[in-house]
């Protein structure tokens, strides 16, 4: 069974950073478009960035120039670098991607989610 198991997550201060990553584990064939987004509480889930299997990344504006979304295909794992943390990044960051198994063609699969917060 495929399964995106997140980690990283804690407390920081303003101005600091954390390094989420998310591992993608169970048999299947292929990924494809991986990406992170985000839920803060009473807010809607957000996208935060996407990396596809070449490597083209889209950031949202908010965090363009801070977080850094990487991929590395042969572990089957994607990292988010996030440098200069506001506050306002405080949130549950999930993981998707887009994975193809022996029985499914591409379909997206979620991790867990992990918990970032951001002190003032």
């Known amino acids: 069974q495929v399964q995106l198991v997140e980690s990283g997550g804690g407390l920081v201060h303003n101005g600091g950073s954390l390094t989420l990553s998310c591992a993608v584990s169970g048999s299947h064939f292929s990924v494809k478009t991986m990406g992170w987004y985000r839920q803060a509480p009473g807010k809607q889930r957000e996208l935060v960035a996407t990396?596809?299997?070449?490597?083209?990344?889209e950031y949202t504006d908010s965090v363009e120039g801070r977080f850094t979304i990487s991929r590395d295909s042969a572990r089957n794992t994607m990292y988010l670098q996030m440098n200069s943390l506001k506050p306002e990044d405080t949130a549950v960051y999930f993981c998707?991607?887009?994975?193809?198994?022996?029985?499914?063609?591409?379909?997206?699969?979620w991790g867990q989610g992990t918990q970032v917060t951001v002190s003032s």
């Open positions: 998707t991607a887009k994975i193809r198994t022996a029985s499914t063609w591409y379909e997206d699969y």
């Open positions: 990396i596809t299997t070449d490597d083209n990344t």
